[in-house]
């Protein structure tokens, strides 16, 4: 999945599609949409970033849009001066000054969606494994994930594809039909469980693919 994301991020550059984007003008009605993108793209890529090279395609993306002193401190976590986490913070604080908050929700809702991703991963893997313990952290993780689709229901219902809303309304509606107790104690028919969790993976990629990600 991660691999995947990365290589998708990296067809993006070469074909062109995030360059064309940031050529919208500023007076544009398509301005909402197009900081969305661009920032929604950084979010899911910085959220999988854990090697030199995919560092330098997330450097690559913001290139234009943010100040030479953020790039300095990327450059930074690329040659191990630097933490991921300690980058996220500055970066978030960068984007919170900027006097639009578009960059910064749709950096937010980028990272969510890849942890939706890797939460509900992590559900089907420790289920397989019948570790009870983490099957239920991770389960939790995913129900938690799923209900904050509300919170981007809210921020983005002018300016989101309808696509997006679509999906995200029915993430926040996935996430309460995963049976927790159920699936731990299997004491209940889990195959609602098991759908919804396998939903919130065809409604990430809706999301994904509404942004500029996807077959």
Request: proline share 2%; aromatic share 6%.
């Amino acid at each position: 999945m991660k691999t995947r994301s990365v290589l998708l991020i990296v067809v993006l550059l070469l074909v062109g599609i995030v360059a064309s984007v940031i050529d919208v003008s500023a007076s544009s009605p398509a301005i909402g949409y197009k900081l969305q993108k661009i920032w929604f793209l950084a979010g899911g890529l910085f959220d999988i970033a854990s090697a030199a090279d995919h560092i330098t395609l997330f450097m690559r993306l913001l290139t234009g849009e943010v100040s030479p002193g953020i790039l300095d401190r990327l450059r930074e976590w690329q040659s191990g001066i630097l933490k991921k986490e300690e980058v996220r913070v500055v970066l978030l604080d960068y984007l919170r000054t900027q006097g639009d908050l578009w960059p910064l929700e749709a950096f937010l809702m980028g990272e969510w969606v890849s942890n939706v991703e890797n939460s509900v991963i992590d559900v089907l893997h420790r289920a397989e494994n019948e570790d009870l313990h983490l099957l239920y952290e991770a389960m939790v993780n995913a129900h938690v994930l799923a209900c904050q689709a509300r919170g981007f229901i809210d921020t983005f219902a002018s300016t989101a594809p309808q696509e997006v809303l679509q999906a995200l309304e029915q993430i926040a509606d996935r996430g309460s039909k995963i049976d927790i107790a159920g699936m731990i104690t299997r004491d209940a028919d889990n195959h609602e469980t098991v759908r919804a969790l396998h939903d919130l993976l065809d409604l990430c990629k809706s999301i994904n693919k509404a942004y500029g990600l996807g077959d």
